[in-house]
């Protein structure tokens, strides 16, 4: 379900890369930072605003970036653990028979 909830977000954040044509709907400016507080998508007039001002924000390349290694690495946990039940799962087999 984690890996489904930053997949989701994943392809959100992919969908504001600069330059892509999403626009700030108060400034009307590219959307090219992401507020990691608000785990959205800002302009740079925003970034400037009261309310992002105090926020650590990150290009949106970078933060997509960032996403795509945790997922990277909770999907080769997920990997490892699948390969470590499955080994039980033969063993225990091995021992019914």
Do not use: M, W
């Not at 108060?26 to 105090?54: G, M, N, W, Y």
């Not at 990150?58 to 470590?84: G, H, N, V, W």
């Amino acid at each position: 379900r984690n890996l489904a909830e930053i997949a989701k977000k994943l392809s959100l954040r992919a969908g504001y890369v600069a330059g892509a044509g999403n626009l700030c709907p108060k400034h009307q400016e590219p959307l090219k930072l992401f507020c990691q507080e608000d785990q959205t998508a800002i302009c740079v007039v925003c970034d400037r605003s009261h309310a992002h001002r105090t926020h650590n924000v990150s290009p949106i390349e970078e933060a997509t970036q960032e996403c795509k290694e945790q997922i990277q690495s909770k999907l080769k946990s997920l990997k490892d653990e699948r390969e470590r039940l499955q080994g039980l799962k033969l063993t225990g087999e091995k021992r019914s028979q």
